[in-house]
Nanobody
Framework: QPQLVESGGGLVQTGGSLRLSCVASGFTPETFAIGWFRQAPGKEREGLSCISGSGGQIVYGDSVKGRFTVSRDNAQSTIYLQLNDLNPEDTGTYYC?????????????????????WGKGTLVTVSS
C-alpha cells in the first residue's frame, strides 16, 4: 500500500528556516511526481512545489519562489522541502502528495493537479 509520511514541522520565528521531509513507501522509484501543499486555517489548499519522478523538473508556486527549495533522494525514497525566510503567512499544515502514472503524470506538466496519494501533514507555525 503506497504511503507518504511527512515530518519536520514545528514552531519557528519569522525569518527562520525548516526542512520538511516526505518519506514515500510502496511506490516504484522514479514513477511518481511529488507535490508539496499547504493549507492555512480558513484558507484553501495551496500548491507550493512539484518535483518530477527523476527530480529533473521542478515547479514552484508564486508565493514561495526564491524562498522554498524542493529536492528528492530516490535512493532514500525521501523528498525534501527546504523552507527559508519564513513569515507568519507561511503558517499551516504542509502535505506531500504523489501523482503516479505515465511520463506526463511523472513530470510536472500538470503542476499540482491529479495527486492520488496524500500524507497526513505536518504543522508549521511561524511566530512574529
Amino acid at each position: 500500500q503506497p504511503q507518504l509520511v511527512e515530518s519536520g514541522g514545528g514552531l519557528v520565528q519569522t525569518g527562520g528556516s525548516l526542512r520538511l521531509s516526505c518519506v514515500a513507501s510502496g511506490f516504484t522509484p522514479e514513477t511518481f511526481a511529488i507535490g508539496w501543499f499547504r493549507q492555512a486555517p480558513g484558507k484553501e489548499r495551496e500548491g507550493l512545489s512539484c518535483i518530477s519522478g527523476s527530480g529533473g523538473q521542478i515547479v514552484y508556486g508564486d508565493s514561495v519562489k526564491g524562498r522554498f527549495t524542493v529536492s528528492r533522494d530516490n535512493a532514500q525514497s525521501t523528498i525534501y522541502l527546504q523552507l527559508n525566510d519564513l513569515n507568519p503567512e507561511d503558517t499551516g499544515t504542509y502535505y506531500c502528495a504523489a501523482r503516479v502514472g505515465g511520463s506526463r503524470e511523472r513530470s510536472c506538466i500538470r503542476r499540482f493537479n491529479g495527486m492520488g496519494y496524500w500524507g497526513k501533514g505536518t504543522l508549521v507555525t511561524v511566530s512574529s
